[in-house]
């Protein structure tokens, strides 16, 4: 989608570049009908409306964001006017509403981490009206040239080193997590009661799906109602209807596991991933992007109109699927048991970064 919003403050915005990508656009920059940039970062939304801190931001001073320069932080703690925008926009986009906020009242949970940075390729000009995604560093642009080659030839070797690449995007404080939900025996899930599954979603799993901070926070806000409503029964029950689930249903379980507040379709996929690897894989934008450089797949044309960023749960049940394809395909060349679609969504996920 080129067009964001009409505000009264910005006049018509457009997207220039969107840099992160997680059930909609989280972290991008938009131009407005005089030129002028903008860095945007989504921190939350409801029912009816997206949120996100906007900051003016000369060319300059975005080409600095971009090739890490400029910590993402700081691109919106160190505002040069010392203001930023609270920018809402409905989910028709038929209503805007902005909010100007001194950069010094700021909720710091929101912005960045510190030390996370962008990593593209100098852009040549920024001028250009149309949305385009950030250009790769040449790395990724290799590695994604290979993955037409990899998913069709079933080398072993290449399989192997892909999904060993996995860990060298893992960041190093979000490593201990991400072994852990590896290794999850889902056993103790399954025996877990209603305050202990609670915990588990809160302090594990949402923080090991939602690695940014402000992603983190905006979702946790949605399960946390259960204990503020005193539903947490209600949660428990869903385990239960999961445990129970036929998971050769990969739609029925995905939308099951989609009920629970705080969870979009690749949430609730991540979450029967860790606890049903052998099942079921994790259909984020990345398996999308990795996909589409496939056109031997049959589901190609239900892959290339597919809205990376916002998957619904027919979309999902077709990338499991495909991975659930594809791991057994693994399996019969390899002559073993121990490839999954969770270890293949791994491998999609490299292959698009």
């Not at 290799?142 to 690449?165: C, F, Q, S, V, Y």
């Not at 090991?208 to 806000?221: D, L």
């Not at 629970?260 to 996929?269: E, N, Q, V, Y």
Request: with cysteine.
């Amino acid at each position: 989608m080129a067009f964001l919003t009409k505000s009264s403050l910005f006049g018509p915005l457009r997207f220039f570049e969107i840099y992160e990508e997680y059930d909609g656009a989280r972290l991008f920059s938009c131009r407005d009908s005089s030129g002028h940039y903008f860095l945007c970062l989504w921190i939350g939304g409801s029912e009816q409306f997206d949120e996100y801190l906007t900051v003016s931001v000369s060319p300059r001073r975005l080409q600095s964001v971009r090739v890490g320069e400029v910590e993402l932080r700081a691109a919106f703690a160190e505002a040069k006017d010392g203001q930023v925008i609270k920018l809402l926009i409905s989910r028709d986009a038929d209503v805007t509403k902005t909010e100007i906020v001194p950069v010094a009242s700021l909720n710091a949970k929101l912005l960045p981490a510190a030390g996370e940075v962008l990593r593209l390729l100098p852009a040549a000009m920024l001028t250009q009206a149309s949305t385009h995604k950030a250009a790769p560093a040449s790395k990724q642009e290799i590695l994604r040239d290979g993955t037409r080659e990899m998913w069709n030839g079933n080398d072993p070797d290449l399989w192997l080193k892909a999904l060993h690449r996995y860990w060298e995007f893992v960041k190093p404080s979000n490593l201990a997590l991400e072994r852990e939900m590896n290794q999850l025996d889902a056993e103790t899930v399954k025996m877990m009661n209603p305050q202990a599954w609670y915990r588990f979603l809160l302090e594990k799993f949402f923080r090991w799906q939602y690695t940014a901070p402000n992603r983190y926070a905006s979702t946790t806000k949605l399960l946390s109602s259960y204990a503020v409503n005193n539903e947490l029964p209600v949660l428990h029950a869903i385990k239960k209807r999961l445990f129970a689930s036929d998971k050769e249903n990969i739609q029925q379980c995905l939308a099951l596991a989609s009920s629970i507040r705080g969870l979009g379709i690749a949430g609730a996929s991540g979450l029967l991933a860790v606890l049903f690897p052998a099942h079921f894989g994790t259909v984020s934008q990345f398996a999308v992007k990795a996909l589409a450089k496939i056109p031997e797949l049959p589901e190609r044309a239900v892959i290339a109109a597919m809205n990376p960023e916002s998957l619904n749960l027919n979309e999902g049940t077709v990338l499991i699927r495909v991975m659930r394809r594809k791991a057994a395909e693994l399996n019969r060349a390899f002559s073993t048991t121990e490839w999954t679609p969770r270890k293949v969504d791994m491998v999609l996920w490299t292959c698009a970064r």
